[in-house]
């Protein structure tokens, strides 16, 4: 088997969910090639080639690639899939937007958002909004994967020497889409989705200046910060907040969520996380249910009380 990843970077270092992908990748056998392709990225690159497990790298230089739009980036990986067993991609919305238009071009089936791999064939990933496992067996190879990053651990040892390739790719002339621009969120806080740590609020807060309460006790803890869907539409907070199935998928060591009463939605995007701690004043609510501690009561009196315990165990 042979096994082509199509890297995700900011043209300078390689993001975290690639690291997963390779993990996911050598859970299948065989050798596995890592696309490098962007603007300036021989760094990424370079970073590549020594990690474990990586047999070679595929370096793609050209300034129609410097942005992540999925029609130049697509043609590169057509162009080089030929002989190539399985094509994964982290499942972020990077792996989201560029592998299935891949996959129909080269007429082959994708799974979205793997969580294990069985065989070189088989495949599970979720369905029903994370209440149900399906496995998937393929008929034929090859096969395109978006995996899921929160499901495998990230592969980062830098033991490996790959050979580094530099390959070209004949666009066409034309295309139909351009890149405009990113707004992109900047925080001091960690990044939600691989954050050690998450504490997530949802609409019991009552409003957009009570927040202060999460944003209290994620400092103290070094926590990024979530919200749930209706805290998000409740303008409580910016949409990049929100976990969920509509939102992004977390599985911290330290998952908090406060005044959160666990719907079915917003369950499919923190559930695999290793502690959950829920403050509801709700003793039925389903978030209980899957909570490795929990604490019912009024959290504009527990959070503040909690905020403070955990300042004063850090002096």
Do not use: W
């Amino acid at each position: 088997m042979s096994i082509l990843i199509i890297a995700e970077h900011n043209n300078r270092t390689l993001s975290p969910g690639t690291f997963a992908t390779l993990t996911a990748a050598k859970k299948l056998g065989g050798d596995v090639t890592l696309l490098v392709a962007g603007a300036g990225c021989a760094s990424a690159a370079e970073e590549a080639a020594t990690l474990q497990g990586v047999t070679k790298v595929f370096l793609c230089e050209d300034a129609r690639l410097k942005d992540p739009v999925a029609e130049p980036l697509s043609d590169v990986v057509v162009a080089k899939a030929v002989g190539f067993t399985h094509i994964l991609a982290p499942g972020t919305t990077f792996g989201k937007n560029v592998l299935p238009r891949i996959a129909a071009r080269l007429g082959i089936t994708q799974i979205s958002d793997v969580v294990s791999i069985e065989s070189k064939d088989t495949f599970v990933h979720p369905i029903y909004a994370g209440n149900a496992l399906e496995t998937v067996q393929v008929r034929a190879l090859p096969v395109a994967l978006t995996v899921r990053p929160t499901a495998f651990d990230k592969q980062t040892e830098r033991e490996g020497n790959a050979p580094l390739e530099r390959v070209t790719c004949d666009f066409p002339s034309a295309s139909l889409s351009e890149f405009v621009g990113l707004a992109e969120s900047k925080s001091e806080r960690p990044e939600l989705t691989s954050a050690r740590i998450v504490v997530s609020g949802g609409r019991a807060l009552q409003s957009k200046e009570n927040f202060h309460l999460i944003e209290a006790l994620a400092d103290t803890l070094g926590a990024a910060i979530g919200a749930s869907r209706a805290a998000v539409d409740a303008g409580y907070v910016p949409n990049d907040y929100q976990v969920g199935q509509t939102g992004k998928v977390v599985a911290p060591e330290l998952y908090m969520a406060i005044g959160i009463s666990g719907a079915i939605q917003h369950l499919a995007g923190m559930k695999d996380s290793k502690v959950i701690v829920a403050i509801n004043k709700d003793p039925d609510a389903p978030i209980f249910q899957i909570a490795d501690y929990g604490l019912v009561g009024d959290l504009f009196t527990l959070v503040p009380e909690l905020t403070e315990n955990l300042k004063q165990l850090k002096k």
